[in-house]
Nanobody, 122 residues
Framework: QVQLVESGGGLVQAGGSLRLSCAASGRIFSAYAMAWFHQAPGKEREFVAT????????YYGDSVKGRFTISRENAKNTVYLQMNSLKPEDTAVFYC???????????????WGQGTQVTVSP
């Protein structure tokens, strides 16, 4: 099980941008995928984006397509989430997660980070 630490959250105005980072404590093998989820108060934890560590395949949730981009730097064991055109509805705690294979269900994740708060003001 890899250890994950998110960073980069903060306060931004609607229409602005923010980049989140997630660093893993050890080597991530090619069979793994890294994902971002978010969770607002009173809501279920929701899939945002994922990337295959080996070949870089990506998949996005419907609410963020065309606005968010997930990427990776394998040598740094780090995954990023570039968030553009942010909306107040994006306000949530964002979590980094790791899974064996590219998966989008929260229950399929093997490891979770501690989360980082993103707040988008109107």
């Amino acid at each position: 099980q890899v250890q994950l630490v998110e960073s980069g959250g903060g306060l931004v105005q609607a229409g602005g941008s923010l980049r989140l980072s997630c660093a893993a404590s050890g080597r991530i093998f090619s069979a793994y995928a890294m994902a971002w989820f978010h969770q607002a108060p009173g809501k279920e934890r929701e899939f945002v984006a994922t990337i295959s560590w080996g070949d870089g395949r990506t998949y996005y949730g419907d609410s963020v397509k065309g606005r968010f981009t997930i990427s990776r730097e394998n040598a740094k064991n780090t995954v990023y989430l570039q968030m553009n055109s942010l909306k107040p509805e994006d306000t949530a705690v964002f979590y980094c997660a790791a899974s064996l294979g590219l998966r989008i269900k929260s229950t399929a994740m093997d490891s979770w980070g501690q989360g980082t708060q993103v707040t988008v003001s109107p």
